[in-house]
Nanobody
Framework: QVQLVESGGGLVQAGGSLRLSCAAS????????MGWFRQTPGKEREFLAV????????YYADSVKGRFTISRDNGKNTVSLQMTSLKPEDTAIYSC???????????????WGQGTQVTVSS
């Protein structure tokens, strides 16, 4: 079992930045992939970025490439998502997830956090 808790969400003006954190606990395999997703009402969950827990390899969705940066701190068992140049359309609930494969598909992830709200005002 793996438990994930997100933090760092909030209200920010367009053009601003936020840093989200995902604290992981439980049985975390070095081969796991840690992903960030977001979701707005009535829409499917959208993949944002993924990082390998061991090697640090990363992959980003085109919609956030160059604006968002995913990183990990194995010593603290956390994965972060640094978000810059935020836009109103980035408003969503952001969630982290753990899976065995670095996939953009939400179905490939086994454990999810409860999510944190990010609101970007214009």
């Amino acid at each position: 079992q793996v438990q994930l808790v997100e933090s760092g969400g909030g209200l920010v003006q367009a053009g601003g930045s936020l840093r989200l954190s995902c604290a992981a606990s439980g049985r975390i395999s070095s081969s796991y992939a840690m992903g960030w997703f977001r979701q707005t009402p009535g829409k499917e969950r959208e993949f944002l970025a993924v990082i390998m827990w061991s090697g640090g390899g990363t992959y980003y969705a085109d919609s956030v490439k160059g604006r968002f940066t995913i990183s990990r701190d194995n010593g603290k068992n956390t994965v972060s998502l640094q978000m810059t140049s935020l836009k109103p359309e980035d408003t969503a609930i952001y969630s982290c997830a753990v899976g065995r494969w670095p996939s953009p598909s939400p179905g490939r992830y086994d454990y999810w956090g409860q999510g944190t709200q990010v609101t970007v005002s214009s």
